[in-house]
């Protein structure tokens, strides 16, 4: 179902602090990890799902990793279209290593503020 109303705002501070881990300069998986758990997040959303592949884009590059860049580069150009549409893999994380289309389980803590914020997840 596409989303059309901004994220709400205990979502938001979720999303936001992992967010703020992912941009922080600090150990690559620490800072994946968190950028991981924003895109799980932000998919319903164009904006912020567009955002966490921008940021995990420049983890990349700034690991040097050519088949994340790439993959990165693809999953910027459909992000937005793809949660506008309604169009994503839950639980997702994001990665250039995932199937760009390929569901994957949810973690629980991140499945409940999901929930909590009325979005609807396969069983």
């Known amino acids: 179902m596409p989303r059309r109303t901004p994220m709400p705002a205990p979502l938001r501070a979720a999303y936001t602090a992992e967010m703020d881990t992912a941009r922080t300069p600090g150990p690559l998986p620490v800072r994946w990890r968190a950028a991981e758990r924003a895109h799980i997040l932000s998919q319903p959303w164009p904006g912020p799902h567009t955002r966490t592949h921008a940021v995990m884009l420049r983890l990349a590059v700034h690991g040097g990793d050519l088949r994340e ?10 992000a937005a279209p793809g949660s506008a549409a309604g169009r994503y893999p839950s639980g997702n994380t994001g990665r250039a290593r995932v ?11 991140l499945a409940a503020q999901l929930r909590a914020a009325g979005i609807a997840l396969a069983p």
């Open 69 to 78: 860049v790439l993959g990165q580069l693809v999953r910027l150009a459909v």
């Open 99 to 109: 199937g760009l289309t390929t569901p994957m389980s949810i973690p629980a803590d």
